[in-house]
């Protein structure tokens, strides 16, 4: 098979078609300070471009962020919390925790407007990497992890369990927005980036925070509009969810999400064989390089057969990335990561029928 470009071989992949290799990135372009300070001492190379340019990852990423116009101070916590702020109720004050009414709720929080987020980055990303596969973050769009932001994740699980009517109205409204924020994004973006990434961590690495039904009353459907909006405006859906989400892949794929990232196989439930098994071909893959003992404590050898093993599981179906499956720990050994897109770019198993 010709070679291809990144951008036809993650498109394709997608698609559950065959590609020339697996294709493979460093999780969305993250060059962790360890990493980077390894490249700089090891190859001369002291900016994140160039590792990834070094290393031929197949990805590039554009996080879009709310910029605050003049008069609006987003460390007002009616606006959003502080991005580094831990879900610890120890650690951080919830405004939004002791709430009772919807009139109050709406009174305490304030919602941003969707034009405050400046989408020019995509096109400047895409100019610069015309062959490349780019996907957008649109920051601020996430049903559940925002709820915790702002009413504590113990207040917001049982306020869920009990379903009431306060965070109710919080998801509705915030869905509001969300769909507003996502229309504006996807449109301005159309044909320039190909993966648009939504978030809403909902899983611990044993199941998932919530019930599954919960989930599916009140949170499935939201998302569902999520992914219409972004198809319909032709751009692949990626769906971002740490840990064990099998109960729930059935209703992703359901829904129309085209892949989910990271593929934790180290989560209950979410080892390579099954997944393969039970869902390859039906939904895509990013990830499955374990980071808190694969890249962290193998050796270079455990991390290639690593790779080909995920590889050759989804030899038959399609749809999966090789990348590692989180970023930013201080102790992943570099050359472990070196090995892992060396690996990826090097083995090319034919695709089995």
């Not at 001369?44 to 197949?58: M, Q, S």
């Not at 009139?103 to 304030?110: C, G, I, T, W, Y």
């Not at 196989?265 to 080892?271: F, I, K, L, V, Y």
Request: proline letters at 3%; hydrophobic letters at 45%.
């Amino acid at each position: 098979m010709a070679e291809m470009t990144s951008r036809e071989r993650v498109l394709r992949t997608f698609r559950f078609e065959e590609t020339d290799r697996a294709a493979f990135d460093v999780m969305e372009s993250a060059i962790w300070p360890e990493f980077g300070q390894w490249c700089a001492e090891k190859l001369g190379l002291t900016e994140g471009e160039a590792i990834l340019d070094r290393f031929g990852v197949d990805f590039r990423w554009v996080w879009v962020m709310a910029q605050a116009p003049q008069g609006v101070d987003f460390t007002d916590q009616k606006y959003a919390m502080p991005w580094t702020a831990s879900y610890s109720d120890h650690i951080l004050e919830r405004p939004l925790k002791n709430v009772r009414t919807v009139s109050e709720m709406l009174r305490k929080h304030e919602w941003m407007d969707p034009a405050w987020w400046d989408f020019g980055p995509a096109q400047r990303v895409r100019e610069k990497h015309p062959d490349k596969a780019v996907a957008m973050l649109v920051h601020g769009t996430m049903l559940f992890m925002t709820a915790c932001d702002f009413f504590g994740i113990e207040e917001a699980l049982m306020r869920l369990l009990l379903e009431d009517e306060v965070l109710m109205a919080f998801f509705e409204r915030q869905h509001e927005f969300a769909v507003e924020l996502l229309e504006r994004a996807c449109r301005e973006t159309e044909g320039v980036v190909d993966i648009c990434w939504v978030m809403d961590d909902i899983a611990t690495q044993r199941a998932l925070m919530m019930r599954p039904d919960l989930w599916r009353r009140h949170l499935k459907d939201l998302l569902r509009r999520h992914i219409e909006v972004i198809h319909e405006h032709n751009l692949l859906a990626l769906f971002h969810s740490c840990g064990a989400i099998r109960d729930i892949l059935p209703d992703l794929i359901e829904i129309g999400v085209d892949a989910v990232l990271p593929f934790q196989t180290t989560a209950d439930g979410m080892d390579a064989a099954s997944i393969a098994r039970d869902f390859g071909g039906k939904i895509a893959f990013y990830g499955g390089m374990d980071i808190q003992q694969l890249l962290t404590f193998g050796s270079e050898d455990d991390v290639r057969r690593e790779v080909r093993k995920n590889v050759d599981l989804f030899a038959t179906c399609g749809g999966y990335i090789v990348a590692n499956s989180h970023h930013c720990i201080e102790n992943i050994k570099p050359e472990n990561v070196v090995a892992m897109l060396d690996e990826a770019r090097q083995y090319h198993p034919a695709r089995r029928k």
